[in-house]
């Protein structure tokens, strides 16, 4: 199972990266800009669809908003129709 970390700039700009044996095989991109968290785009590599991964970023994601406070702003498609689908799920984060 690969493992999430958070890597962000000086500038609060970076992303949840996924990685496996020491590769990064997917992502998602995003920001903070005072309590809002903008996520622009979730991608894991091909060979690796179907297995969770972008959930798995996702999940991490809204963990890490919950634990510090924040809200998202989910320009991302992938993370905009996961909270259009479970609206209850996210609607304590959710930045509409």
């Not at 590769?23 to 968290?37: A, D, F, H, R």
């Not at 972008?54 to 919950?66: G, I, N, P, S």
Request: proline share 4%; net charge negative.
């Amino acid at each position: 199972m690969p493992e999430v970390k958070l890597k962000l700039d000086e500038k609060q700009h970076g992303g949840f990266q996924l990685i496996e044996n020491g590769v990064k095989i997917g992502e998602m991109v995003l920001s903070i800009s005072g309590t809002i968290l903008t996520v622009y785009h979730t991608e894991v590599d091909e060979e690796y669809n179907g297995k969770g991964y972008a959930k798995l970023l996702l999940d991490e994601m809204t963990a890490y908003v919950r634990e510090h406070k924040y809200t998202v702003k989910p320009l991302c498609p992938y993370v905009f129709a996961q909270f259009k689908r479970h609206p209850d799920e996210y609607a304590d984060i959710w930045e509409k």
